[in-house]
């Protein structure tokens, strides 16, 4: 093995709850390194250049030297030193930064009051910030300029609850369609919802312009209506199940899933799972913690 040093563009690594954490920058890899994995990482950051002899004098009474070469290896293999030729260790220079997706945030209110929501100090769906039709123009016009060469864009709705700004949504899809008509750049609708407000003819629209779609549901009736709760304190999940079962029935133009907010003591996964995938039939599941 050649001469070799520290690629440090490659790694970043720190000190978590009394461990040693490695960051591997290429692969977004996190290792938590052991006692022969930190020496070799110090020993390589205070030395510019060493070979396997070197590393081996200055570590081999404290190591076998076996496993010296084993790391030596393992190391080698994730760029994090090599033998220093550019096309190892110079960063990639990215210039050009192409927008593929933009967010509408179109009403800060919600019709529901869930607990766990970063919303709940706002507003309600009557009184929350809607978005203006000038807005969202002007947002999907920086998406297509943006955009560069991509031949397919993405626009999401968001809240709040979406739903409560229907109008807008659907003003922006005329819009989009027609612009990137003109462009012959194809565009994606998606939205996430707690399918309170879903009607059979929001559904059709949907259906027709194949939105994405993601339902709110937190799993079981117990779990969901511990959080997922109506202004007035109530649970939810009766209603959102009726919508849930009439989505399902009319729309096919894309898969459907459901997206799962995980709370303190919530720990029967497996089961949220079954339940939304087999007894409500969501394609999909997806968790994730809340989050402050």
Known sequence: MPSLMLHP????DMHVNGRHVLF????TGIFHLDELGSELLALFK???ELDKPAVHRQLGDQFPRLEIDEILEEFASLDI?????????QPAVIDKFPLS???LNVNTGCNLSCTYCYKEDLTDAASGERMEFETARKSVDLLLRE?????RVNIVFFGGEPLTNLPLIKQVVVYAEKRCGELHTDVDFSLTTNATMLTEEIV???NEHAFGITVSIDGPKAIHDKNRITTSGKGTYDVVRRKIEMLLSRYNAKPVGARVTLTRGVTDILEIHRHLKEDLGF??????PVTA
Request: charge should be negative; charged fraction near 20%.
């Open 283 to 288: 394609f999909e599941v997806g968790f994730a």
């Open 101 to 103: 997706t933009i967010i």
């Open 147 to 151: 955009c560069g060469e991509r031949e």
């Open 9 to 12: 563009d490659n790694v970043h």
């Open 24 to 27: 591997h920058v290429p692969t």
């Open 81 to 89: 030193i090599g033998d220093g030729s550019p096309g190892n260790q």
């Open 46 to 48: 205070s030395e510019p």
């Open 204 to 206: 059709d629209y949907f």
